[in-house]
Nanobody
Framework: QVQLVESGGGLVQAGGSLRLSCAAS????????MAWFRQAPGKEREFVAS????????YYADSLKGRFTISRDNAKNTVSLQMNSLKPEDTAVYFC????????????????WGQGTQVTVSS
């Protein structure tokens, strides 16, 4: 069982930046693909970004390319999401997720989830 704990959410003004982190309990963390998803009020959960176990491959939602960057530190069992040039429409609960191997962009493909962290972008 992989336990995931997100941190770093908060309130930021439009144009600002936030860095989310997710700490994982799994000893074999480097064998897990990690991803970030988000869910805004009244909307379905949507894919943000994913990263392979080695960190060598990443994948982003088209609408977020250039503003968001996913990275991981396998020595520390953490995955991060750097969010720049934030917009009010980025307001959502952000979730960290894990699956054993294989880059995927659908939430059904991920087996383990954190509790989420709220990001609010004010205009």
């Amino acid at each position: 069982q992989v336990q995931l704990v997100e941190s770093g959410g908060g309130l930021v003004q439009a144009g600002g930046s936030l860095r989310l982190s997710c700490a994982a309990s799994e000893r074999t963390f480097s064998t897990y693909t990690m991803a970030w998803f988000r869910q805004a009020p009244g909307k379905e959960r949507e894919f943000v970004a994913s990263i392979s176990g080695s960190g060598g491959r990443t994948y982003y939602a088209d609408s977020l390319k250039g503003r968001f960057t996913i990275s991981r530190d396998n020595a520390k069992n953490t995955v991060s999401l750097q969010m720049n040039s934030l917009k009010p429409e980025d307001t959502a609960v952000y979730f960290c997720a894990a699956r054993w191997r294989g880059l995927r962009q659908t939430d059904q493909a991920y087996d383990y989830w954190g509790q989420g962290t709220q990001v609010t972008v004010s205009s």
